[in-house]
Nanobody, 125 residues
Framework: EVQLVESGGGLVQAGGSLRLSCVAS????????VGWFRQAPGKEREGIGC????????LYADSVQGRFTISSDNAKNTVYLQMDSLKPEDTAVYYC??????????????????WGQGTQVTVSS
């Protein structure tokens, strides 16, 4: 069972930056990738990016393309979400998720079977 813990959330002004971390209990050969999701009050959970662990290839949603960067440090079992040029509409609870399903990962929650508890990000205007 892969356990995930997010950290790094907080309050930031518009235009600022935050870096979220997702630490996994293990990155075994069964973990095919890690995704980042967010959910604002009253809205559905949105996939914003993911990274394929075998090759480190990232994929981003249009809403964050060019502003957010996902990277991984496999030696530390950690995936990062660097968020720059933050906007008030980025305010949400951010989750990381891991997939041990042997299929190409994407931005849909159903593609992931292990989830962290979430961390709040609030961007003030």
């Amino acid at each position: 069972e892969v356990q995930l813990v997010e950290s790094g959330g907080g309050l930031v002004q518009a235009g600022g930056s935050l870096r979220l971390s997702c630490v996994a209990s293990e990155f075994t050969f069964d973990v095919y990738g890690v995704g980042w999701f967010r959910q604002a009050p009253g809205k559905e959970r949105e996939g914003i990016g993911c990274i394929s662990l075998p090759d480190g290839r990232p994929l981003y949603a249009d809403s964050v393309q060019g502003r957010f960067t996902i990277s991984s440090d496999n030696a530390k079992n950690t995936v990062y979400l660097q968020m720059d040029s933050l906007k008030p509409e980025d305010t949400a609870v951010y989750y990381c998720a891991a997939s041990t399903i042997p299929l190409r990962i994407g931005l849909f929650p159903a593609e992931y079977n292990h989830w962290g508890q979430g961390t709040q990000v609030t961007v003030s205007s």
